[in-house]
Structure formats: C-alpha cells, structure tokens
C-alpha cells in the first residue's frame, strides 16, 4: 500500500491528540508519516521577513517536538517534517496531494461544530476538500 500518513501538528491539545492517533495509523499501513505546520502571514499586517522567519522558526519547533513525541509512541514509524509557508489547510492538501496520501489526520479545535464551520476550522474546511479520508481526532476531556 503506498501513501503517507499526513498529520497537522501545530503543538494545540487537538494536534497533540491527533499525532498519537496517526502515529498508529501509520505503524498499522506500514507507512511514513509526514508531519505538517503550515503557516501564512496575515496580509493585514504586512509582508515581513521577520514574521515569516519567526513563524518559520516556530513552525519547525512545533514539527521537531512532534517528530520527538512520535518517537516515543512508535520509533519504528519514518517521520517526515514539513514546515510549509502556505495556510494550513493548503499545506495539508498540498501535502497529502504530493505524498499520495492514505489518510489525512487532524485534531478538533475543541469549538462547537457549528461555530467551527461558520469560522472556517481547518478540520471543516479539510472534510469539504480534501481528496483523501480525513480522520478528525477529539480532543480528550479532562
């Protein structure tokens, strides 16, 4: 079976919930992971290169404490970290087309479903277009 397992991860409860889940997705397909921080600047603000840097910056932190976790859940699972300068819904898409994807995986934001479609939640937007399964993990109740 080809394809990748393509995680968000952007170091909330919902992402850190949704990576132990895809971790073992990926060990079950026998299949790598890619782990994804997508990022896009607010035009609002301006284009800066030192915004971008620091997004970037934060972005890859996010990515290497994730690839981190899914070494300790699974080392046996190949990670991939993709910090991708485009909004994260783009990002995922982008990465699940390029990596022929088996599954997309995403935690909830924990927002009420209705108030989640409304704002546009990336979970949302991804079950409308993505070309692949979307697996939207809960986020656990304390």
Request: aromatic share 4%; proline share 8%.
């Amino acid at each position: 079976m080809a394809g990748n397992v393509v995680v968000g991860f952007d170091g909330s409860e919902g992402s850190k919930a949704a990576l132990r889940v895809a971790v073992r997705v990926a060990n079950a397909f026998s299949a790598p992971l890619s782990i994804v921080f997508g990022y896009e600047p607010s035009p609002i603000s301006g284009e800066s290169s030192d915004l971008r840097n620091q997004l970037h910056k934060m972005g890859q932190g996010h990515v290497d404490h994730a690839a981190a976790l899914a070494a300790e859940i699974d080392p046996s699972v190949p990670v991939e970290k993709l910090v991708v300068a485009i909004r994260p819904v783009d990002s995922l898409l982008e990465a699940a087309k390029e990596r022929d994807a088996l599954v997309i995986v995403v935690g909830a934001s924990g927002d009420r479903p209705l108030m989640g479609a409304i704002l546009g939640a990336v979970p949302h937007k991804l079950l409308y277009l993505a070309e692949v399964p979307v697996l939207v993990v809960p986020v656990p109740h304390e």
